[in-house]
C-alpha cells in the first residue's frame, strides 16, 4: 500500500511560524509531483503550494512570499515552512502527491488525512 502522512500542524500566533511535513511510503517506483492543499470551514480545498520533481514551484497568491515548499526525494518526502502566518491562514492542509506503484506501473494521486494550521489574532 501507498500512503501520506502529515506532521507538524498546531496553533499559533498571529506572525508566527510553522513547518509541515508529509512522508510517503510503500511501494513506489516514482514520485512526479507534489503539493499542500487546505480547506477552511465553510471553504472548497484550495490548492496552496507544488513542486515539481525537478524543484519547480508554484503558489497560491494568498502565500506568495510567506511559505515556501520544498522536497527530499530520498526520503520521499515534502514540506511546507509557513511564515509570517494570518488568522486567514486557518484551516487543515492536505499533502498530495501524484506517484507510480512498483510492479503495475499504475499512477495513483495520494492524499494525506491532514493536519490542522490555527492561527490566533
Known amino acids: 500500500q501507498v500512503q501520506l502522512v502529515e506532521s507538524g500542524g498546531g496553533l499559533v500566533q498571529a506572525g508566527g511560524s510553522l513547518r509541515l511535513s508529509c512522508a510517503a511510503s510503500g511501494s513506489i ?11 477552511a470551514p465553510g471553504k472548497q480545498r484550495e490548492l496552496v503550494a507544488v513542486i515539481s520533481s525537478g524543484g519547480n514551484t508554484n503558489y497560491a497568491d494568498s502565500v506568495k512570499g510567506r511559505f515556501t515548499i520544498s522536497r ?5 518526502t515534502v514540506y511546507l515552512q509557513m511564515n509570517s502566518l494570518k488568522p486567514e491562514d486557518t484551516a487543515v492542509y492536505y499533502c498530495n502527491a501524484g506517484l507510480i506503484v512498483k510492479v503495475s506501473y499504475t499512477y495513483l494521486e495520494v492524499w494525506g488525512q491532514g493536519t490542522l494550521v490555527t492561527v490566533s489574532s
Open 72 to 76: 527530499d526525494n530520498a526520503k520521499n
Open 29 to 39: 517506483l516514482g514520485i512526479n509531483a507534489m503539493g499542500w492543499y487546505r480547506q
